[in-house]
């Protein structure tokens, strides 16, 4: 299958600091990307769909300002938690779909773990 | 909105018995239906699909069927092993791909093998 990474695959900053994560789908072209937050022992809450050279698309009661993201290529998004805090602590987890196929299939990348002190 | 339910939310077998996951979902026009496997720490993994034209796709020891008329569709392992433990989720959604491709999960299970 096609796949996805992430980076980092876990991160440990101070509260109210900014963090990035990266999703690039690396053998393949997304012009769609997910964004996941999972918490422990439960199931994956899509957070936003990620759209390539636009605006992205929130789910209700996602802050956008509090979740930056950017879709800047075909390649790679970005998830960005501006002045994380505890609560903010959570395993993100991004998906793609080779664009423009008509299989459907998602792929996940491995998570990133954000814990915040 | 889709609504996907799962059952059971835990799931014990001995080595060598089959495994059977169900859930169900809400939405009719929800045509593409995906099982993911997810090991501790790690993204879940895509492991068998159905879609909505299909009533029953095979791989090796893992089985889905689709009921479309209950709203329904199950995962089938056989001859289970130690490494088929992790948690399984379903999931549904409403066309194929793209910006259509978001998906609605169940809660998960969490499937246990023991040797």
């Known amino acids: 299958g096609a796949v996805v990474s992430q980076h980092p695959s876990w991160v440990i900053c101070k509260s109210g600091t900014s963090v990035k994560i990266e999703c690039r789908s690396l053998?393949?072209?997304?012009?769609?990307m997910f964004w996941y937050r999972q918490f422990p022992k439960q199931s994956l809450m899509l957070m936003a769909t990620?759209?390539?050279?636009?605006?992205?698309?929130?789910e209700q009661g996602v802050e956008k300002d509090k979740f930056l993201i950017n879709h800047a290529s075909l390649t790679l998004s970005t998830l960005t938690v501006t002045s994380a805090h505890p609560e903010d602590s959570s395993f993100y987890i991004c998906?793609?779909?080779?664009?423009?196929?008509?299989?459907?299939?998602?792929?996940f990348g491995e998570g990133s773990r954000l814990t915040v002190l | 909105g889709e609504n996907v339910e799962q059952h059971p939310s835990t799931l014990s077998v001995q080595e060598g018995d089959s495994a059977v996951i169900k859930c169900t979902y809400s939405d009719s026009a929800s045509n593409y239906f995906p099982w993911y496997k997810q090991e501790l720490g790690k993204g879940p993994q895509l492991i068998i699909d159905?879609?909505?034209?299909?009533g029953e796709k095979k791989d090796q020891r893992i089985a889905v069927t689709l009921n479309k008329t209950a709203k329904h569709f199950s995962l089938h392992i056989t001859e289970t092993q130690p490494e088929d433990s992790a948690v399984y989720f379903c999931a549904a959604s409403i066309g194929y791909g793209g910006s259509q491709g978001n998906l609605i999960f169940g809660k998960g299970t969490k499937l246990s093998v023991k040797p």
């Open positions: 998906s793609a779909s080779p664009g423009g196929a008509i299989t459907g299939e998602l792929f």
């Open positions: 159905i879609r909505s034209n299909v």
């Open positions: 990620s759209n390539e050279g636009s605006k992205a698309t929130y």
């Open positions: 053998d393949f072209q997304a012009t769609t």
